[in-house]
């Protein structure tokens, strides 16, 4: 099949583009012609490039008509952060695409109720991202069961190597690792108990190609993509200085101290990720999708944060 990977040298697409293409589907990625995929890969010689300012064409009213002229039988977008943006591109695409397929976000759901928390729990997200995407998945769904082939994909905190992951402390300062790899005290919030939920970027580009294979259980449908299980902080920070080799030196504030002791940027990070402290469950993908990652969420950032030790980003320091 033809299909469009729209942000295919992204994240995800770094590891989608090429399994599509060793798939033997004719793969054509639209970017903006800016990025390099984050890992090389042999099938990137036979995947066509197509450069799209999709920003620029969505001002003119002209992305989702480039996009419909490739002649796809198959859309996936995985950089769609805006309702009318996906209303452009459904409304060049109706009548003319077989499966459309938009990767959505686990903050969707706003705080835990119920965990793990199943596609289906009542959505109450908070922040302006979260609400977006539900919007859109909202809005997708409402035309799928009117007749346009949407389906749904939510990850987790992607990991994978080429970018920091989510730290222990729920935010993205590379100390938190040093101090980590160094056998330094680390400062959590609270007790450490809130989670996060990772998924490896190689296991939601599976994801996608199991729902591109499994279209008529994927239609009309929204899937959690994310490792089996979520980490509590306190038990990621206790691994990761296990992975390193050293023992967790651990101390533990009310949030206010927390606050008031951190970045103001990084404060701000943890509240977005300890607020929600997500922890889905992955069981309709396994059953409707047969979705079975390959990493466990330690697994998945242990292989982010060699990268980082490799680059020297993540420095093991000895104890003053």
């Known amino acids: 099949m033809r299909i469009v990977v729209i942000g295919g040298t992204g994240h995800i697409g770094t590891y989608l583009s090429p399994m599509l293409a060793e798939a033997r589907h004719e793969v054509i990625c639209v970017s903006r012609g800016m990025r390099q995929p984050y890992q090389p890969h042999e099938a990137w010689n036979a995947i066509a490039q197509v450069a799209l300012d999709r920003e620029a064409e969505e001002a003119r009213g002209e992305f989702g008509r480039r996009v419909a002229e490739l002649g796809a039988e198959v ?64 809005y997708l769904l409402e035309q799928a069961r009117e007749g346009f082939p949407a389906t749904v994909l939510h990850p987790g905190h ?46 939601v580009a599976s994801a996608f190609v199991r729902a591109v294979e499994h279209r008529d259980a994927a239609l009309g449908e929204s899937f959690h993509v994310t490792s089996p299980a979520a980490v509590t902080l306190r038990g990621y920070a206790e691994r990761m200085a296990a992975w390193f080799g050293r023992e967790p030196h651990l101390r533990f504030l009310p949030w206010e101290e927390w606050r008031a002791w951190s970045a103001e940027k990084d404060a701000r990070t943890t509240w977005d990720h300890i607020a929600r402290s997500p ?9 409707l999708l047969a979705y079975e990652p390959l990493y466990g969420s330690l697994e998945a950032v242990e292989e982010s944060v060699a990268w980082l030790v490799r680059k020297g980003d993540v420095a093991r320091l000895p104890v003053s």
């Open 158 to 203: 992607l990991a994978g190597p080429g970018w920091a992951p989510v730290n222990p402390a729920g935010n993205f300062n590379l100390q938190v690792f040093s101090n980590l790899a160094s056998g330094r005290e680390v400062l959590l919030p609270n007790l450490g108990m809130e989670t996060l939920h990772h998924v490896h970027a190689a296991d």
């Open 75 to 138: 859309v996936i977008d995985l950089t769609c952060y805006a309702p009318s943006s996906a209303t452009q591109l459904v409304d060049a695409l109706r009548g003319r695409v077989g499966h459309f397929l938009h990767c959505g976000t686990i903050w969707v759901h706003g705080h835990s109720v119920l965990v793990p928390t199943t596609e289906s729990a009542p959505r109450a997200p908070f922040g302006d991202y979260g609400i977006r995407k539900l919007a859109i998945e909202t």
């Open 279 to 287: 922890h889905c469950s992955i069981e309709k993908a396994r059953r």
